[in-house]
């Protein structure tokens, strides 16, 4: 019992500590006050690896202090999961914190439901049109209510060690598949990279060990190379007067093992592995910096991109150019200022930074202008959330949504969901699932009904693939294959099989 009290304590404190640096200490003590009725709702309860529940919650209420969210979304951390799990209400909340939070705290109740401590995410993803709907219009209400989430499932993949295997792989993929790009798509760099790396570890633990190997040693041989590098381009920006910082920046085992997929697995054909990342006063300044280089290095003319002047779909800004030094080693280096560089790692969160609590009332009252411009997904699902409030038909068909307009969502028979390129075959899909299973499909079913090879992928459809051991991959199958995963496999297979490789 005394235990249990201390861990509970001890977290409470921490989270208050931490609060304190960022809040006002009004909003301190409403979250303290938010805090003990979560340890009182959730009092008794534990979570799978046996801590009192109210870790959980605490841990989600830190992420979000961490990536500097406002106060209603630090608290509606603490108690999203006390309207689902307890006997607190949406107007409990709302008498305490306000309007906001409770909001919130519905918004997420509603995206997931809460089975002991995980959440289902395919109730409310896009299997059918109307979970479809709900999703973006919670999104168009209100984007925290995402980033809650975000925050909420990093906290649960973090303690996945404590779920049965099965529900490890389900849970990874999930989070592989939705919340990394989901992420992305809010430009929120860090937290994406680390959904990616945990999920990666369990889906595929040998290539994950593997990869980070790789890195490890070759930043061991590299490192030494790169001072001199960074030595000289320090030099140069400091005789040019150029205030800056520069840092190396390793690549994730999960982006280089995506690289690798696609420059068929030649390691040594990858050039970003380790990037110097240089940041500077202003934009005016970045473009300086990269002349600089240039004239110091020869740039490799294909890889020089300017996502200042056309940033990302999701915002994204930055320099990146790759050159090839006197010493012939190849180096990435990525320019960008303060604010960039900010909003890259923190992306759509740095908007809702509690020291600008202006433009937070401004996105609370839908002022679509104060979105940045580059996040105009978003802005559309506010105009449409708008007209759904105000009771207007809307038909979502029309919509252009670019949230994941490029891929389809489909599942396995068991329920795991998988993300696609649109246009994709059920052929892409056995691929996608293992090779051994691709080159010996004979046939597929959808929904339970027989389709042929031609078949196009549609979201929320259920494929089931047949096989049969005496199947052989054969030149036609190249043209039935989107994802290029897949046809390097076929390529590979055909290759190696000398009955196929003789026909024309
Ligand atoms: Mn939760």
Redo the contacts with the bound molecule.
Sequence with gaps: MQGFCYTRTVKKARLLEQAKEFYSSDQVNQLERAIDIAAKAHAGQKRKSGEPYLT??LM?ASFLVDWGMDIDTVIAGVL??TVEDCDLTLEDIEKGFGHDTAFLVDG?TKL?K?RS???DISSYLPKTKDNLTKFLIAIGQDVRVVIIKLA?RL??LQTLQHLSAEKQQKIARESLEIFAPLADRLNMGRVRVRIEEISFSYLDPHRYRYLKKQLKQRLGRFSKKLDSVREQVTKELTKAGIKHSMVGRIKSAYSLHKKLVKTEQNIDAIYDMIALRIIVENKDLCYQVLGLIHALYTPIPKRIKDYIATPKQNGYQSLHTTVITKEEHIVEFQIRTEDMHDYAERGLAASFHYNEQKLNDAYAKGKIATMPANLQWISDLQAVAARVKAGEEVDFEKLKVNLFSDSVFVYSPKGDIFELPVGSSPLDFAYRIHSDIGKKAYAFKINGKIVGFGYKLQTGDIVEVLTRRSVRPNLDWLKRLKTPQAKQKVRKELKNDPKTSKKP
């Design positions: 959980h919650p989600v999203h999961d997420v997931g809460v401590g995980m959440h909420d906290h649960n």
